[in-house]
Every structure is written in structure tokens, then in C-alpha cells.
């Protein structure tokens, strides 16, 4: 059974700093991967996503990385801003588009 | 786009009670999801359809739960009786026609938050 962990569960940074999101994943055999943005008291946004055959995308201030064959992604955000302060997800698309989510990363970027 | 709709936004119910949660995907989108967060369980996917026809509902967790996809534009998720165990967000989601291999990004809607007393 595909298991998907995040660290940290929280995050406190100031703004201004650059700041990597990490997520693991059990198993290595998955379709893609997908990162998501959610406010409080709304739903998810889609961030970016990186098929299986992709080692990295990027969308502006954010890079994200997927290493398949170690279970690892990161999520990397460039001169955090107040702005950025949300729950970030990551979800492993198994097969026939059913995703598997990750715990999240509550990260807080102080003025 | 008005993107994913879902209805109500909040609903508060008494144990026992059948609730019925809506969901309105983006046009053109032709995969519905039906998730639940939780804070102990995270997201959770309960079912999912494809060209209006359930793929796979072994997410849902009893039979107290079903899900019908009458046509292309509307859904809905019942539980019946609902079970103060049942209170969460439930999110919908939809994503547009791809290659069949599962690669299309999904759309979520606002969510609604359930409370059973």
C-alpha cells in the first residue's frame, strides 16, 4: 500500500527566505506526482505537476523535484512571501488517476 | 470557468439524519472524485467516476455511503444515517479527458464542511 510522508509538518520562516518542502513516497511505482497549495476553509490548488519520466518543473518562484527510484520529491520556494503561507500536499498518482496525499506541510512566512 | 461547485458549503445535521452533499464539475471534465479530509486520516479519495460510471468506490467506507453520477454535470455523495464519526470536509474534484493513464491535474471544489451532532 502506497504510503506518502511529509516533513516538516510545520514550518515558520521569515520573509525573504528560500525554503525547501520535502515529501516520500513508498512505493516507486507511480504515474506522476503532484504538488498542492490549500488555504484555510478552501480547497486545494494544483501547484505543479512531474510525470514519472520528469526530474523536475518549475512555476515561478517554485521548483519542484522528483527523485522515483529513492521515493522522494521536493518543493522549493524562492523568496517566501507572506503570501505563500498555506498548507502545501503532496499526492502520488498511482494509476487511473487515483491519488494518494501526503500529511502536509503547514508553513507560516512572517512579514 | 465558475471551476468545481459544491453545495452546501456547510451543513450541520443530527446523528441519524441522511445527508446529501452536490457537487457541479467544470464542463468538459470527464473524471468526478469524491474525497474526505480528516484531521486524524489527512485526504482521503471515496470513489471516483469516469464518463459518469463509478471506477473504483473502495474508499468508501460503509454501505451508509453512496455516490451517483446521474450525468455529466452533476453528483452527489449521501450518507444515510449519518454518524457524528462522519463529520469532515468533503471535497469534490474533476479533471478533463486525457490519455487513460491517470497524468490529467484534478480540479477541487470549495469543499463542505459536515458537523453531526
Not at chain 2, 480528516?38 to 473502495?58: A, C, H, K, Q
Request: net charge neutral; aromatic share 8%; glycine share 8%.
Amino acid at each position: 500500500k502506497q504510503e506518502v510522508t511529509q516533513i516538516p509538518a510545520a514550518l515558520s520562516v521569515p520573509e525573504g527566505e528560500n525554503l525547501v518542502l520535502n515529501c516520500s513516497f513508498t512505493d516507486s511505482a507511480i504515474y506522476n506526482l503532484q504538488w498542492f497549495r490549500q488555504d484555510p476553509g478552501k480547497g486545494l490548488t494544483s501547484l505543479l505537476l512531474i510525470q514519472s519520466s520528469q526530474r523536475e518543473q518549475t512555476s515561478g518562484r517554485l521548483n519542484a523535484s522528483l527523485d522515483k527510484s529513492s521515493g522522494r520529491s521536493t518543493l522549493y520556494i524562492a523568496a517566501s512571501q507572506p503570501g505563500d503561507s498555506a498548507t502545501y500536499l503532496c499526492a502520488v498518482n498511482t494509476g487511473f488517476q487515483k491519488l494518494v496525499f501526503g500529511t502536509g506541510t503547514r508553513l507560516l512566512v512572517s512579514p | 470557468d465558475a471551476g468545481v461547485i459544491q453545495s452546501p458549503r456547510h451543513e450541520v445535521t443530527e446523528m441519524g439524519q441522511e445527508v446529501t452533499l452536490r457537487c457541479k464539475p467544470i464542463s468538459g471534465h470527464n473524471s468526478l472524485f469524491w474525497y474526505r479530509q480528516t484531521m486524524m486520516r489527512g485526504l482521503e479519495l471515496l470513489i471516483y467516476f469516469n464518463n459518469n460510471v463509478p471506477i473504483d468506490d473502495s474508499g468508501m467506507p460503509e454501505d451508509r455511503f453512496s455516490a451517483k453520477m446521474p450525468n455529466a454535470s452533476f453528483s452527489t455523495l449521501k450518507i444515510q444515517p449519518s454518524e457524528p464519526r462522519d463529520s469532515a470536509v468533503y471535497f469534490c474534484a474533476s479533471s478533463s479527458p486525457g490519455t487513460g493513464t491517470g497524468t490529467d491535474t484534478q480540479y477541487f471544489g470549495p469543499g463542505t464542511r459536515l458537523t453531526v451532532l
